[in-house]
């Protein structure tokens, strides 16, 4: 995971703001800690429970950027600071998301294309983790054909099979 939190800081050095690298569950895998950076109330309980909260308004953001093939910029909600979010993608496959606090709102046409630019390559970077992660995983699992297998025919049963 080690990746992501570099990955998040480098981001909110950019956006001066927290970020979160999320999965598609909605569980925060990494988190920015850059000293200074612009932080509410919703990011601090997503990093405590490593969960991100329930919103009103946190379905619809979701689909928005899910379904958007680049960044999406979010307004200020109340207490909740402006955000921007881009979809984390294995070609059209979603992987996650990763959504940035935007200390920098109403920034000059380049640095707007700096925020955008940095976000889609953290976006490209987090996917090649989140599918080396994967893989890893994966291959530390005995194959799903096999523990079927030996389940139905009751033999070689192991702990791990019947959990």
């Known amino acids: 995971m080690e990746p992501f939190f570099s990955l998040s800081n480098s981001l909110a050095e ?3 703001g927290s970020v979160a690298i999320e999965d598609l569950g909605r569980h925060i895998l990494a988190y920015s800690s ?3 950076q612009l932080i509410d ?3 601090t309980r997503g990093i405590l429970s490593r969960q991100v909260p329930l919103t009103a308004f946190n379905d619809e953001q979701y ?5 958007s093939t680049g960044p999406q910029r979010f ?4 207490d909740d600071h402006a955000r921007t979010a881009i979809a ?4 059209t ?4 998301t990763i959504w940035a606090i935007d200390a920098r709102v109403g920034a000059s046409d380049v640095e707007e294309a700096e925020k955008q630019g940095a976000l889609a390559h953290a976006a490209t970077v987090a996917a090649s983790h989140m599918l080396e992660n994967w893989r890893v995983q994966e291959a530390n699992q005995p194959p799903r054909e096999d523990v079927l297998r030996r389940l139905l025919a009751g033999t070689d049963l192991t702990r791990t099979d019947l959990a």
């Open 41 to 43: 109330n919703l990011r």
């Open 14 to 16: 950019v956006f001066g």
């Open 34 to 36: 850059v000293p200074g």
């Open 93 to 96: 496959v979603p992987l996650g």
């Open 63 to 67: 689909r928005a950027v899910l379904k």
């Open 75 to 78: 307004p200020q909600f109340g």
């Open 88 to 91: 984390v993608r294995a070609g």
